[in-house]
């Protein structure tokens, strides 16, 4: 009934009874809530898993699309990326984000589109004019729902003037000659509204004053009957003058008496036959007469028709309006995808930004990735790094101290991965992207107290989701796994999942820590590769390089780490000495160690020897030949 067709079959959601179910709930929800049918609403599309790359909520808020991990759009990846004219162009750069596609035929044309904007900065000129555009797709549903108010009216009417410029502005023979043809011109409504509306209405109809003059004979013939109103007023005053002699005497009027001849109470007694007494105030009285009387009922009821006149004209106007919603929403839909595409040549201009290739072969190579918040925010220049996932590498393990950018180089990868699915430039010289069905990331501690869970639960819930639901496909950023509890469970738990997921998944992963037992993975499988984010020590203090290379790192630099951070000088000191106790005591249990190995290896060394000697000593040498003291010593040398 909403979408006025037979079935559903053509938006192709006819074997989707669960999915019709929810959206006639939703439906239902609409026009209950607004009171009204929401005629605006006219198509259901479906929206299938495998035509997107699925980012699940844990990790959309580790990598701050929208939010970051404090709760405000700042520092975010929409807050660099969003320079768009206008909000439909805002909210659908959003869903793009939100929604990231793998479809490179439409994210192909997509680039297409944007390589050819920044074509002599043709996105400049096209931001100027959307900066014209108000926000129609709310308008139009106010329009729909008959809850425009006039200064919406004029917003559109300011928007259809515009239209035009914009029109012109996307050349013929371009990737974008499908945003052309959808966005329509409207010169008949421009016109009805240039006429209909004044330039600067009230907020709202309810006292009127929104209808121009000359739209309407009939509203313009009563309002000047009624605004005509002060010019007999002052006239009839000045009559009532003459005719009495009383010098107080005034005319006037209020919402509550209505019209009155006001004269002074020391001259009140001396007033004509034909005054009315009306009101008496402290030092005056007021009055009507039979022509003040037959003029207040002329123009009240002139003011009320008026009124009235006037609120159905605007509905009439709404009217009117309404079968040309559908076309207007396929204009907006084109101006949001043309304002995102521009702002993705513009991001892409002023960012130094290049063009990401997909590819048919399996994995990830960046080039001098940066992270696009993180480089816009600091005051130092980024230092950026690649990366390179195939076949051969499935996995980094990433080692280095604190501070150090681990997290950063996880999120960057993450993000230009995103941000070209989504058919935007991303930040980096070279990009080459396989094909990616998910991205899952397992970044930061956060306790969930309300639902009774801690951070290592939280920690291992989200780190359950990925190892059940990640595919040779997706990319995978894990980040200091198993922290919250001992460092031997720890350590198990982190080289087991790193080692599922390598072996076992073969996901693209990043899995940064610091537990360097771990790197000895890369000895163990051939897709693991050890990299390390460089720093160097100057005296006590720590300089962080942000440099990406091969192999692990030696240590942490937990200490100087803290230094930085401000703890107490007292606290590093006694940190510092019990280091040296801990490490001590590893370096001699290593060496307790290695002596019982070798121990233990020549107890079963002479274990091993001891029935060969046994035997020798039960043979007469005088009695062997040859061979059988050969065959004797070989034998004596395999089981030694």
Sequence with gaps: EQMQTHD???????????????????????????????????????ERREESVIVDAASRRNLELMTNLSGSDENTLASVLDKTCTAMGSRLLKRWLNRPLRAGDVLRTRQVCVQHLLIDYQYASLQKTLRGIADLE????????????????????????????????????????????????????HDLLAKAIIDNPPVTIRDGGVIAL?????????????ENAGDYLVALEEQEKKRTGLSTLKVGYNRVHGYYIEISRAQAQTIPADYIRRQTLKNAERFITPELKAFEDKALSARDKALAREK?????????????????????????????????????????????????????VIKEGRHPVVEAVSEKAFVPNGVKLDNKHRMLIITGPNMGGKSTYMRQVAIIVLLAHIGSFVPATAAKIGAIDRIFTRIGAAD???????????????TANILHNATPQSLVLMDEI??????????????????????????????????FELTSLADEIPAVQNVHLNAAEHGDKIIFLHTVEEGPANQSYGIQVAQLAGVPKAVLARAKEKLQELEQHAYQHANESSRRANQNDLFATMEKVHPVLSRLQEINPDQLTAKEALDLLYQLKADV
């Excluded at 959206?23 to 005629?39: H, S």
């Excluded at 000359?214 to 009624?226: C, N, P």
């Excluded at 969930?448 to 989200?462: H, I, K, P, Q, Y």
């Design 8 to 46: 559903l079959a053509g938006f192709g959601g006819e074997d989707l009874s669960v999915a019709i179910c929810a959206a006639g709930c939703l439906l239902q929800y609409a026009k209950e809530t607004q009171r009204a049918a929401i005629p605006h609403v006219r198509s259901i599309h479906v």
């Design 138 to 189: 709310r308008i139009l549903a106010r329009v729909a729902l008959k809850t425009a108010r006039p200064r919406d009216l004029i917003a559109l009417r300011a928007t259809l003037a515009v239209l035009p410029t914009l029109q012109q502005q996307i050349h013929d023979d371009t990737p974008l000659m499908h945003l052309k043809h959808a966005i329509n011109e409207f010169p008949v409504l």
């Design 482 to 515: 198993g922290r919250g509890t001992s460092t031997f469970d720890g350590l198990s738990l982190a080289w087991s999942c790193a080692h599922y997921l390598a072996q076992g998944i073969r996901a693209y992963t990043l899995f940064a820590t610091h537990y």
């Design 312 to 364: 159905m004209l605007y509905d009439e106007l709404l009217n009117t309006l309404l079968p040309h919603v559908a076309d207007l929403q396929r204009s907006a839909n084109a101006i949001a995808e043309l304002d995102t595409l521009a702002n993705f040549a513009e991001r892409a201009d002023h960012l130094n930004w290049c063009c990401p290739e997909f590819s048919n072969d399996t994995g990830i």
């Design 448 to 462: 969930d107290l309300a639902s009774g869970r801690s951070t290592f639960m939280v920690e291992m819930t989200e």
């Design 214 to 226: 000359g739209y309407d004979s009939e509203l313009d013939e009563l309002l000047a009957l009624s």
